[in-house]
T-cell receptor, first 113, second 114 residues
C-alpha cells in the first residue's frame, strides 16, 4: 500500500523567510496530493492540492511542486508570517476500488516575528 | 466548517467500557471518514464509508466499529478491545468517492481513559 514520509518534523523560520516541506510517496499510481494546515486547537483545512498531470501550482504565497519520477512533492511558503505557524500535513491518494488519502506525519512550522 | 459536527468535545472512558463518538454532516456528502491523531503520527485512517450501509476498514481498524445507516451520520464506537484509545479523533466528509475532493473535518473529539 501507499506510504507517505514527510520532512522535517519541525521547522522554525524568521518572519519573511521562506519555508519548504517535503514529502515522498511510494505508490507510483498515486495521482492526487493535497496539503492540509492545522492551527493549534483547530481542525485541519485544505490549503492547496495538485494532481499528477501538473508539475506546479501556486496560490498567492503558497506553491506545491510535484516530481512524479522521483515520487516526491513539496510545499513552499514564501514571505512567511506568524499566522502561518501551524502543523502542515501532506497526503497522497491511494487509488483503487476504494480511494483513500494516506497522510504524512506532519510538520510543525513556527514563524518567529 | 459548521457543516460537519462532532460530539462530545471530550469523552472519558473507563476500563472495559465501549464508547461512541458522534459525527454528523449536513453537506450532503457521500463519503465520510474517521481518523485518529496522535502526537507525531499525523492522521491515521480508522474507517471510511463511501455510501450508506457500506464501510471499509482503514489502516488501524482493530478495536473500533462504525455504522452508516444514514447519509449524514457516521458514528464511531471505541470498543474495550482498543487497548490504547487515548487520542484525538477527527471525522471528515467529502462530496464524492473519487478521493480527489476536499475533505472537510469536524472539530474533533478528545478521548481520555480514566
Amino acid at each position: 500500500g501507499e506510504n507517505v514520509e514527510q520532512h522535517p518534523s519541525t521547522l522554525s523560520v524568521q518572519e519573511g523567510d521562506s519555508a519548504v516541506i517535503k514529502c515522498t510517496y511510494s505508490d507510483s499510481a498515486s495521482n492526487y496530493f493535497p496539503w492540509y494546515k492545522q492551527e493549534l486547537g483547530k481542525r485541519p483545512q485544505l490549503i492547496i492540492d495538485i494532481r499528477s498531470n501538473v508539475g506546479e501550482k501556486k496560490d498567492q504565497r503558497i506553491a506545491v511542486t510535484l516530481n512524479k519520477t522521483a515520487k516526491h512533492f513539496s510545499l513552499h511558503i514564501t514571505e512567511t508570517q506568524p499566522e502561518d505557524s501551524a502543523v502542515y500535513f501532506c497526503a497522497a491518494l491511494s487509488p483503487g476500488g476504494y480511494n483513500k488519502l494516506i497522510f504524512g506525519a506532519g510538520t510543525r512550522l513556527a514563524v518567529h516575528p | 466548517d459548521g457543516g460537519i459536527t462532532q460530539s462530545p468535545k471530550y469523552l472519558f472512558r473507563k476500563e472495559g467500557q465501549n464508547v461512541t463518538l458522534s459525527c454528523e454532516q449536513n453537506l450532503n456528502h457521500d463519503a465520510m471518514y474517521w481518523y485518529r491523531q496522535d502526537p507525531g503520527q499525523g492522521l491515521r485512517l480508522i474507517y471510511y464509508s463511501q455510501i450508506v450501509n457500506d464501510f471499509q476498514k482503514g489502516d488501524i481498524a482493530e478495536g473500533y466499529s462504525v455504522s452508516r445507516e444514514k447519509k449524514e451520520s457516521f458514528p464511531l464506537t471505541v470498543t474495550s478491545a482498543q487497548k490504547n484509545p487515548t487520542a484525538f479523533y477527527l471525522c471528515a466528509s467529502s462530496i464524492s468517492t473519487s478521493g480527489m475532493e476536499t475533505q472537510y473535518f469536524g472539530p474533533g473529539t478528545r478521548l481520555l481513559v480514566l
